[in-house]
């Protein structure tokens, strides 16, 4: 990317943070626990990365009101803890000490992001925005997920092209590339470097990621 990056945009789940390794292990006791369904890989790879009480009734074979699928899972939330992704938290606050604006957009309901965010010592306070789910009735891939954000970006004069989001999955990289954003890929994910399409910059780090933008401070 030729142009300067004023501004970065994370994914959370897998992308800031370890996500899928400890929370397939909390939807599969749910499941069994407190609903009766044996809960496999495949149909949590399926649902994977969408909306978060939609992704409930699905994994959870609509057992239950969305309502009391989100209760459920949450009483056991704390039980497995989401990680950092090595690093992530100081090159977020590497960023913000350069000028750079950080938001973060999730698929995650913004009530438990915001916590986890903060108990992993992210500088929640200082972040453009953090978007959940139930911001907007659009969700990735759909680029007016972002309609929030550019709205934001906009009335501090930045254009698309100075703003980068960063994603560890093929429906992040679909979304970015409608709201004219420029994409960094991690495979933290699901998804590996082959999955995406070719010449995708995609790193095996965050670390490595971030370290292959050029940089713009924020006047």
């Avoid at 004023?6 to 897998?14: C, G, S, T």
């Avoid at 092209?161 to 933290?188: C, I, P, R």
Wanted: proline residues 7%.
């Amino acid at each position: 990317m030729s142009v300067p990056q004023r501004a970065v945009i994370f994914d959370m789940d897998d992308t800031l943070v370890v996500t899928k390794d400890v929370k397939w292990e909390q939807h599969k006791f749910v499941a069994k626990h407190s609903f009766g369904v044996n809960l496999t890989d495949e149909t949590l790879a399926k649902h994977w990365g969408k909306p978060f009480g939609p992704m409930l009734e699905c994994i959870y074979e609509h057992s239950a009101p969305q309502e009391v699928l989100i209760s459920e899972y949450r009483k056991f939330h704390a039980d497995f803890p989401k990680l950092e992704q090595p690093g992530a938290v100081q090159a977020v606050s590497n960023l913000l000490s350069q000028g750079v604006l950080v938001g973060v957009i999730t698929s995650m309901l913004s009530q438990v992001a915001h916590p986890d965010l903060v108990r992993l010592g992210f500088p929640v306070d200082d972040f453009l925005i953090l978007q959940g789910a139930e911001a907007t009735q659009f969700h990735k891939p759909d680029y007016r997920v972002f309609t929030p954000v550019r709205e934001e970006l906009e009335k501090r004069g930045i254009s698309p092209q100075e703003v980068t989001y960063v994603g560890d999955a093929l429906m992040d990289l679909e979304a970015s590339k409608g709201a004219g954003f420029n994409f960094l890929g991690v495979s933290t994910g699901l998804f590996a470097p082959a999955d995406f399409p070719s010449g995708t910059p995609v790193f095996p780090t965050l670390l490595e990621a971030l370290d292959s933008l050029v940089l713009a401070a924020v006047s």
